[in-house]
């Protein structure tokens, strides 16, 4: 652990002990750091806004209901968080096995574009969305998790294990997997769309 | 020989990539990647491809701050009501009530099959039907009428209405 994650970790830590005290500020300091990376997680695992906002409340009223118990020496408040959140979504692609059509997404509701973005610009973005989605669709769910820690949350595998719950070296197998799978499946839109993607972002 | 190097990058270079190999085997991929096209064209595409998905990946499903705005006012007002007293069918979906599901759900069905084996009932589909041999009755006539051999025994079928026995072999012979 470099210096700079140490004393982030213990950074955190302050503020973790802020809130089991009783500091309402603690809770939202929390929030504020974690909510956006936690909620790209679940969407990027559900493919879904309403179910990753409600997944994202959950783990979070879960997480703060139980913060006394979190023991940082056994491991970092994110992957915690993770660890929480990514058990709820696999609950969630139970209860949704046989229901994998997703009404918004039919009617387009699902890419907002911002307000202030050109037309071509939000044309460009819904596409490059839509290829990803598809085929983060087309990941069976471990594979999907494994992609989107390692990728898309920046993960190593010690922690891709840790919140899996696997073994490092499964872990591994799965990045490898779906890296391979997921380049297949990019490949007839063009991998130029990821990069229109970033150009826009 | 090619093939196991080229094998052998591809089952590491995910791992190579992002450092995680230990010193020999990030050596002897290296290596391959230097002497062998194959190995070199598989770590170009896969480096390519990484850097793709390490810079798209975290743009996918990034929040507006209205919505984070919402979770956190609904996640207030959920901290701020007292705990409900939790009832036994509230843990639905969690992994062992799942696992407990899925068992009774098992249960239930080979109970559903087993079922019938144990009320002694057959599905006529299932079974095998085996003939069964008519049951003969030897029928001897008294003498008084002039009667031929072949009439003295005649064989009488169990159910039929002919005229009733004086004489019955038992049992029935087996076939």
């Known amino acids: 652990m ?71 020496r056994k491991a970092s408040l994110k992957t915690w968080l993770y660890t929480i959140a990514i058990s709820r979504c696999r609950n969630t692609y139970r209860r949704k096995r046989f229901v994998t059509v997703d009404i918004t997404q039919w009617l387009g509701l699902e890419l907002k574009a911002p307000p202030a973005e050109a037309p071509e610009a939000a044309a460009i973005r819904r596409d490059a969305s839509e290829s990803i989605s598809t085929a983060l669709q087309d990941l069976s769910p471990r594979l999907r998790e494994a992609i989107v820690l390692r990728y898309g949350q920046g993960m190593t595998y010690r922690e891709i294990s840790e919140v899996m719950g696997c073994p490092q070296k499964t872990a591994e197998s799965r990045v490898r997997l779906g890296h391979e799978r997921l380049r297949k499946a990019l490949q007839p839109v063009g991998l130029g769309l990821l990069e229109e993607m970033l150009r826009v972002h | 020989m090619f093939r196991f190097k080229y094998r052998y990058c591809k089952v590491h270079m995910a791992r190579y990539l992002s450092g995680d190999l230990s010193d020999p085997v990030r050596r002897r991929v290296a290596r391959y990647i230097d002497e062998n096209e194959d190995c070199y064209r598989e770590y170009m595409r896969h480096r390519e491809f990484a850097q793709k998905l390490e810079r798209s990946l975290p743009a996918f499903g990034r929040p507006n701050p209205q919505q984070l705005d919402q979770v956190w006012t609904a996640l207030k007002a959920d901290l701020q009501t007292p705990r409900a007293q939790s009832l036994w069918y509230s843990d639905f979906g969690s992994r062992s009530s799942m696992h407990f599901s899925y068992g009774l759900a098992a249960l239930a069905i080979a ?33 008084a009428q002039e009667l031929s051999s072949a009439a003295l025994f005649e064989t009488v079928e169990p159910g039929s209405s002919g005229p009733a026995p004086l004489l019955q072999s038992t049992p029935s012979p087996r076939l």
Do not use: W
Not at chain 1, 20 to 25: E, L, M
Not at chain 1, 48 to 65: M, R, T, V
Not at chain 2, 114 to 141: D, E, F, K, Q
């Open chain 1, 2 to 72: 470099t210096d700079n994650q140490l004393a982030m970790r213990q950074e955190i830590d302050a503020i973790v002990n802020r809130a089991v005290n009783g500091d309402q500020n603690g809770y939202a300091e929390l929030y504020d750091r974690f909510a956006a990376s936690l909620y790209r997680l679940c969407y990027s695992l559900l493919l879904n806004e309403q179910d990753a906002e409600d997944i994202l409340q959950e783990s979070f009223l879960y997480a703060f209901k139980n913060l006394q118990r979190f023991d940082s």
């Open chain 2, 111 to 143: 109970i559903a099959l087993m079922l019938p084996l144990a009320l002694g009932y057959h599905s006529p589909l299932l079974s095998i039907s085996i003939a069964r041999a008519p049951h003969y009755a030897v029928v001897l006539r008294p003498p």
